[in-house]
């Protein structure tokens, strides 16, 4: 019996050296084959090599498994393959829902294989992968890569184009993260899937022109109170706060949100940043601010880039109530100024300020002057300076009144002090009327 019982274990011992030698060799041929990676030449070698590691048993076989078939699909993107490619995450999908592979590293390898495929410029191709992947978590759900996948989805629609496509997945989701058992307020994650949410609502209501969706969609942003966004989310967030001031003529609110959008997409390497900037000089002029934009630390290095620099000259004609050189820029840099349609909707706002700012120093050396002489200081048609004027009469700006016939503007040059006087005489007989009143009744008793 004793030496039965010995040959048993030593054939136990023989069977788990056996599985440990094959486990070595298994990851040997994976890190083998992930090496050939690193060169174009190696790509069929790689993928002969992660092919062979599906085929070599091993105590951890569903592991490396899992690992081998992410890789292969990566050399497929590589070697544009698209029907090998899907066939080969399909079988990827599968391994992800074997036991034996956590959800987290379900979650983390195939998001990763996602976002490498999301690189592709085949449309088509990426609705296919995003569908397999939701068809495959209706039997094994995982939440996290649920929404990432629907958001990676609607995005694509975005980017098409299919802008209701797009909503019909936007919405559900924004519903899910808000639904009042379990609101985004407090929420740490609940709250910053919403704001990636509302972030791609803004680009669709923004190519809708949905301004009242819009100013919604902020609103609700504001009222989220624990989230980590990304900076890029953060900076549409923003640059839709600073649109939705402007729209309100809300200047210096406006200013504000387009400062803190710029510093957002600076922080996140976006392109965006430039436009934030041209957006935040353009209110800056609009509140009729003496500070210029680019004294901050952040702005400064872009103040002499190409798309900028129009926006720049402008505020220095701007701030000197320079009308022929302001209106010379905007003819100069039309297509950098004018092309954007946000941009091209304030313009006559601004030459608006320049003039008001040009006649007030105009007019303050004269108590009559031709509304003909303010034309052809302002280049402007009398009709246009009648109205000017009747504007600045009405904001206070000064005092005066317009001779229609004579085209005469005449101001009132009374010293200043005389409203007050006025104010305090009549206070005076306010008072003597009051105490007459009271002798009366004192009197009477």
């Not at 100024?337 to 007030?360: C, G, K, W």
């Not at 503007?409 to 003597?432: K, M």
């Amino acid at each position: 019996m004793d030496d039965d019982s010995d040959m048993e274990d030593y054939g136990f011992d023989y069977s788990e050296d056996e599985m440990e030698e094959q486990d070595v060799d298994v990851e040997n041929q994976y890190y083998n084959s992930k090496g050939l990676l690193e060169t174009e030449d190696g790509l069929d070698e790689a993928l002969a090599g992660f092919q062979q590691v599906l085929e070599m048993e091993c105590e951890d076989r569903e592991k490396w498994a899992f690992k081998a078939l992410k890789q292969i699909v990566k050399v497929h993107f590589r070697r544009g393959a698209s029907e090998d490619m899907l066939a080969a995450y399909r079988r990827l999908l599968d391994a992800a829902a074997v036991p034996s592979i956590s959800r987290a590293a379900a979650e983390k390898k195939l998001n990763s294989v996602l976002d490498c495929v999301g690189a592709s410029p085949d449309a088509a191709l990426l609705r296919d992968f995003y569908a397999a992947t939701l068809e495959a978590l209706r039997t094994h759900p995982n939440d996290r890569l649920w929404f990432k996948t629907n958001m990676k989805l609607a995005t694509l629609w975005v980017a098409e184009g299919q802008m209701q496509r797009a909503l019909t997945i936007l919405n559900a989701l924004h519903k899910l993260c808000t639904a009042e058992d379990g609101g985004a307020g407090d929420d740490h994650k609940k709250g910053t899937q919403t704001l990636e949410v509302i972030a791609l609502l803004i680009q669709v209501h923004t190519a809708q022109r949905g301004t009242k969706a819009l100013k919604a969609l902020y609103a609700g942003a504001l009222r989220i109170r624990s989230a980590v966004p990304h900076p890029r989310i953060l900076g549409v967030i923003k640059e839709c706060g600073g649109k939705v001031h402007m729209a309100d003529r809300a200047w210096e609110a406006a200013a504000t949100d387009f400062f803190e959008a710029f510093k957002s997409y600076d922080e996140a390497g976006a392109a965006a940043r430039v436009r934030c900037l041209k957006y935040l000089v353009l209110a800056t002029m609009l509140m009729q601010s003496g500070v210029d934009p680019f004294d901050s630390q952040e702005a400064r290095p872009y103040k002499n880039e190409p798309e900028v620099a129009a926006m720049t000259a402008l505020v220095d004609a701007y701030q000197s109530s320079a009308i022929p050189e302001f209106e010379r820029i905007l003819r100069t840099h039309r297509a950098a100024i004018m092309a954007d349609p946000f941009i091209a909707q304030y313009v006559e706002d601004l030459l608006r300020n320049v003039r008001i700012q040009a006649v007030s120093r105009l007019v303050q050396s004269y108590s009559r002057i031709r509304l003909s002489a303010i034309g052809e200081e302002l280049n402007i048609p009398p009709p246009e300076v009648e109205s000017l004027l009747v504007s600045m009469l009405l904001d206070g700006k000064f005092a005066g009144a317009i001779d229609q016939v004579q085209g005469v503007l005449t101001l009132d040059r009374a010293d200043p002090n005389d409203a007050r006087h006025a104010a305090l005489e009549r206070w005076g007989c306010q008072l003597a009327a009051l105490q007459g009143t009271l002798a009366a009744r004192l009197n009477a008793v």
